[in-house]
């Protein structure tokens, strides 16, 4: 299994358009993305983005549609090149990349699954599987070893010999799934790779990638236009809007401290409770004499917070850290109050 | 004073015309000879397939595209008809006649396929080469096909060769135009993917871009087969032998019966090709609008 590996993003720029080049500074000074578009007819698609994403991490890249998220993504692996910028892994920048050191890169450090699949028609699930083993020249049965591992682990085994259209949208995205996975690229890009499920299949397929990282720790970029998603599943969110990053850290940090009234508005039908931790709500301990029966892990959520406390009987909580020191105490009012977006 | 329209002075057109002819028959006295043995290979095969069809004993042809049919179609209709169309032929006596017209089909195919597809696949990969190319197709898909024997011939001469390349040149148009607008249907997410993966540029053409516009190339081969099959007809007036032959004689002559009884052979040739590359195209690609689960 791969190291997992981390992404510096540093100052990227995109501008479409036939003289991107030269409008960068203009858009450095301040030019909108209105005037751009309008002056000089050229599409601002990011601006001055940096973002961390430490190995190991699921960082949720957030936005609505035409904020760029898409488009940040193709960055990573250079399906798109930037007007201006650099992007750092394993201290290389992947901009100035030549064909061929990009394409070795492709092949063994990033692995993407795409909105609406992606798959080839004419190819089976297991061909499908093994096209990343394929193009790298892996061997018919070992690449066949492998996609079996994967098709099996994503719940598809017994669908093997069957061709993408005989599947539902569901199994299609496990296929794309797998197919990635194969390639045990230590960095994985899923662009809205949900978006296209239900929202039942989108949670089971959120429940296997979340199992699945557990085993392999991959740093994954996962794009959405899903805040549940993107709460549920991210590490870290960044938050974009016209091609700016407007706000990024935990879904927490989001969720309690909008940067603003955008941002405010987006989180204000978040369910906080299951969102929002015990310990960035709690207050000190001693405010009065009353030593708490009962204790909760500082990470835990609001939600089980008081669930615990109904389950008791309970109106107060100690509150401890990883090593089970007190840290803090929580009130039921109190948790109740911020969950439901009171305080 | 309208009456006439102010043309160029008759002299000087007339001197313009032969210099031109001038010109050209200057080049196919000086080069005919080493274009000729250019075409050698050519003609080589051209006999040998001739050969081949022409010489293999009649059962076995049958039982050959009776095989073809079967493989191409899985359905029993399908070689009947096929079969049936051939004895007939056979049996009003232009067996050999078919035969090297379906040789001189399936040459030109293969050579058209040969030049067409990698002419395609430049198109599809830029607007410039579509540009340039797009106009050069449409010349050659409305010049009336007379006009292009000519050069042919006085380059090459009367023959089975000039025929062919007459026949390709005439025949070629769709299977470029078609492989070029299959490779740009393709869907672009598909081939992100492929890119996505690391795939060379060869494998990306290999892998994804031509088995997901296999369909379309496949309509342009059946059209350039079609195309071919009439254009064989056209091409009997350079000395390409088979079922056009006795077409052109029927015309000379006014006989009624024989153009017909051709004429009607060709067509059944047309329709078998026509019906068993289609089901072959069908069969091959039957996943693509599969049934769910």
């Known amino acids: 299994m791969s190291e997992p590996i981390g992404i510096e993003i540093r100052n990227l720029y995109k501008i479409f358009g036939p003289r991107g080049a030269d409008y960068v500074d203009a858009v450095n000074r301040g030019m909108t993305k209105q005037e751009l578009n309008d002056r000089y007819r050229h599409v601002l698609g990011l601006r001055d983005i940096n973002i961390d994403i430490p190995a190991g991490a699921i960082q949720v890249v957030m936005g609505l549609s035409g904020s760029g998220k898409s488009t940040l993504i193709r960055h990573i692996n250079r399906l798109i090149d930037p007007t201006s910028g650099q992007i750092l892994i394993e201290g290389q920048d992947v901009v100035g990349m030549t064909p061929q050191v990009l394409r070795e890169f492709r092949r063994h450090k990033t692995a993407m699954v795409f909105q609406k699949f992606g798959l080839l028609p004419h190819r089976t699930v297991i061909e499908n599987v093994g096209y990343g083993l394929e193009v790298q020249g892996v061997d018919h049965a070992a690449r066949d070893k492998v996609s079996m591992r994967w098709i099996e682990r994503v ?22 799934l797998a197919r990635a996975l194969a390639n045990d690229a230590p960095i994985l890009l899923m662009d809205e790779a949900y978006s296209a499920l239900d929202p039942l299949i989108r949670y089971d397929m959120q429940t296997v990638l979340l199992d699945l990282q557990k085993e392999v720790r991959k740093t994954i970029v996962f794009i959405t236009h899903d805040l549940d998603e993107a709460l549920r599943i991210g590490d870290r969110i960044a938050l974009l809007r016209d091609g700016q990053v407007i706000q990024q850290g935990t879904g927490q940090d989001i969720v309690l401290n909008p940067a603003d009234d955008y941002v405010a508005n987006f989180v204000q039908h978040v369910d906080r409770g299951k969102v929002v931790q015990v310990g960035s709500v709690m207050e000190p301990l001693g405010i009065n004499g009353t030593a708490p029966a009962m204790m909760v892990k500082s990470d835990a959520t609001l939600t089980d917070a008081v669930r615990q406390m109904m389950a008791k009987g309970v109106h107060f909580l100690e509150v401890q850290d990883k090593g089970g020191k007190p840290v803090g105490r929580l009130s039921l009012e109190r948790a109740i109050s911020v969950a439901a977006g009171a305080a | 004073m309208f009456d006439e329209f102010p043309q160029i002075d008759n002299g000087l057109l007339r001197d313009l015309k032969r210099a031109i002819d001038e010109g050209f028959r200057a080049f196919t006295r000086s080069y005919g000879d080493a274009i000729e043995t250019m075409f050698d290979p050519l003609r080589h095969f051209l006999n040998w397939s001739e050969k081949l069809l022409t010489g293999t004993p009649w059962p076995i042809i049958i039982l050959i595209a009776a095989g073809l049919a079967w493989f191409a179609s899985r359905s029993a209709r399908m070689v009947i008809g096929c079969v049936a169309t051939l004895c007939l032929i056979g049996a009003f006596g232009m067996w050999d006649d078919m035969m090297k017209t379906i040789s001189m089909i399936l040459t030109s195919t293969l050579m058209a396929i040969a030049v067409g597809l990698p002419i395609g696949v430049l ?74 993966f690391g795939s060379s540029r060869w494998q990306r053409l290999v892998k994804a871009e031509l088995p997901l516009a296999l369909p379309t190339i496949m309509a342009g081969i059946n059209q350039t087969i079609m195309m071919a099959l009439a254009m064989v007809v056209i091409a009997s007036m350079i000395g390409v032998q088979g079922l056009g032959q006795p077409v052109l004689q029927a015309i000379s002559n006014q006989y009624f019966t024989l153009g017909l009884f051709n004429g009607l052979a060709i067509v059944g040739i047309a329709i078998v090709f026509d019906r068993v590359s289609q089901a072959w195209g069908r069969r091959i690609q039957k996943h693509r609008g599969g049934h769910h689960v």
């Open chain 2, 123 to 196: 198109m599809s990969r830029s607007d410039r080469v579509q540009a340039v190319v797009n106009p050069v197709l449409d010349v050659m898909q409305t010049m009336p096909p007379f006009v292009y024997l000519i050069p042919v011939v006085m380059l090459l001469g009367i023959g089975k060769v000039p025929g062919l390349i007459a026949v390709v040149i005439y025949a070629i148009p769709p299977m470029i135009r078609l492989t070029n607008l299959g490779i740009r249907q393709v869907d672009g997410e598909v081939l992100e993917a492929a890119d996505a």
């Open chain 1, 155 to 176: 719940g598809l085994l017994g669908f093997e010999t069957k061709y993408p259209s005989q599947l539902s949208g569901g199994m299609q995205q496990r296929v794309g």
